[in-house]
């Protein structure tokens, strides 16, 4: 993300951007400390909302007269060509893919445009082979060619050297703990630097299936099957869907631990051990599909998310070796929310649900996320009132697991413990375990715990493969 300030290569000038509440518009700024003058170069605008922690510092290029600014505006993360002054001199990347250029996927945070020293060239990773990779892309400024430099399927990061002439290649994916490699300017192989090592302790040989299915109105969805390293076709398995469902991040991609906040590697061990299968699917809202792809959960999060999931379900139900009548979730953070909503607005399709650090009613937690995609509470009460599960936890059928880390200052422990006060107000049974000094992020003996509860619980409401 764009710093507070940054110069020009002149260091006359500082550069900074604004955000107004509303996330619908952006700005770029100069200031000029000589003369005090502070004028906008680019104005960004969108009716639903900016995605501003995916915006980065322009990239000046040779003699800083121009510079590379990265925008979302048709939808897609594409790279565009200004002059010093802010005159749009060409789109330089475009097509249904995008520049990735999340901070916490890069080899170098908050610069996700990289360019050679004459400022010909520039490096950077897209979706442009679909979704569920990333792979590295070299365009040429001058006459726009682009160039995939990177070579085998999965998810790859990329470092230029300061001279242009190398760049360090760093990438997995699902069947391959992390490589990192040098490769010279025009993609060749160069030197590897060291390899990830797999897990300390041997674990099941399971497999992982990628699949693409249709959503209710035709749009592609992606999803990932896991099966126990014993699978028997024969036989009729029960489903964990595993989810998060939320703005910000993907949960299928060919790439070893994929978003490993959640503990996926641990879960599908645990969970296909138990006798169950793993689904994954990146709903409308998720990160990787473009903001075009984000936009349909604005102003009210859960519904969009939730269709696309039934979508899954369905698909699921055609699979002979699928229990339909056994189908549980499990959410983390907003994948908590997820659970706890579809519990309540689908419970004929999911019979159980583990809520990990569960939001349950949007305005208590933070504003810059919850009013970028909902508004604040009085600009759009009927979306918030929609939303609120704590008013809605009457309507429960299952019993659900509850997890709440005692010290999370994200999503606040009130959030669990309101809701625990609507169950028993309206009577209805559900299971809690609390994590002792643990905050958003479930590690050491509380991660143990919470799986193990968590495998326990699924057994215990979905029983196992027959």
Same mark, same amino acid.
């Given at each position: 993300m ?45 009716p ?12 000046f ?47 170098v ?29 070299r ?118 631990g ?17 006798g ?56 983390? =953070? /907003?994948? !908590?929310?997820m659970?706890?909503? $579809? %519990?309540?607005?689908?419970? #004929?399709? &999911?019979?159980?649900?583990?809520a ?10 933070d ?13 759009n ?59 958003? =992020? /479930?590690? !050491?003996?509380?991660?143990?715990? $919470? %799986?193990?509860?968590?495998? #326990?619980? &699924?057994?215990?409401?979905l029983?196992?493969?027959?």
């Amino acid at each position: 993300m764009l710093p507070l300030f940054t110069w020009t290569p002149d260091s006359n000038h500082a550069l900074f951007i604004t955000v107004n509440r509303d996330h619908t518009e952006l700005a770029l700024n100069m200031w000029t400390p000589q003369s005090g003058e502070l004028r906008t170069l680019i104005k960004e605008t969108d009716p639903h909302w900016i995605n501003e922690d995916r915006y980065v510092a322009p990239v000046f290029l040779g003699n800083g007269q121009q510079f590379l600014w990265l925008s979302e505006r048709d939808g897609f993360m594409h790279l565009y060509l200004y002059s010093s002054q802010g005159e749009l001199i060409r789109q330089v990347t475009r097509g249904d893919w995008m520049i990735d250029s999340t901070a916490w996927n890069l080899l170098v945070p908050a610069r996700p445009v990289q360019a050679n020293p004459a400022g010909t060239e520039v490096y950077f990773v897209a979706t442009r082979n679909g979704p569920l990779e990333r792979q590295i892309y070299r365009a040429d400024l001058a006459g726009g060619q682009l160039e995939q430099l990177s070579q085998g399927h999965g998810f790859h990061g990329l470092a230029l050297s300061a001279d242009g002439q190398y760049l360090v290649d760093q990438f997995s994916n699902v069947a391959a703990p992390p490589v990192t490699q040098i490769l010279r300017g025009d993609g060749s192989s160069g030197q590897i630097l060291a390899r990830a090592a797999g897990p300390s302790v041997a674990l099941p040989n399971l497999t992982r299936e990628f699949v693409t299915l249709k959503a209710h109105d035709g749009v592609d969805l992606y999803a990932q099957l896991v099966k126990p390293a014993n699978f028997d076709p024969s036989r009729r398995y029960p489903v964990v869907v595993h989810w998060y469902g939320g703005p910000g991040l993907q949960m299928v991609s060919d790439r070893y631990g994929s978003t490993n906040i959640f503990n996926i590697i641990e879960r599908d061990v645990l969970y296909t051990q138990a006798g169950f299968l793993v689904w994954r699917l990146d709903n409308r809202g998720s990160f990787g599909r473009g903001h075009a792809f984000e936009t349909p959960v604005a102003g009210q999060l859960g519904p969009a998310a939730l269709d696309d999931q039934l979508a899954g379900v369905e698909y699921l139900r055609t699979l002979p070796y699928v229990d339909a009548a056994h189908i549980g979730t499990d959410g983390k =953070s /907003f994948g !908590g929310y997820m659970t706890l909503y $579809a %519990l309540i607005h689908a419970p #004929d399709v &999911f019979h159980c649900g583990v809520a990990g650090a569960a939001p349950t009613n949007w305005s208590y937690y933070d504003t810059i996320y919850t009013e970028r995609y909902m508004r604040t509470p009085q600009a759009n009460p009927a979306g918030y009132a929609a939303t609120d599960l704590i008013a809605a936890a009457g309507q429960i059928r299952a019993r659900p697991l509850l997890i709440h880390g005692l010290a999370d200052r994200n999503v606040h422990l009130q959030n669990t413990v309101n809701f625990i006060q609507a169950l028993e107000a309206a009577d209805k049974l559900f299971d809690f375990i609390p994590l002792p000094n643990l905050d958003h =992020s /479930f590690k !050491g003996d509380g991660l143990v715990a $919470a %799986l193990s509860a968590s495998t #326990d619980y &699924f057994v215990h409401c979905l029983g196992s493969a027959n």
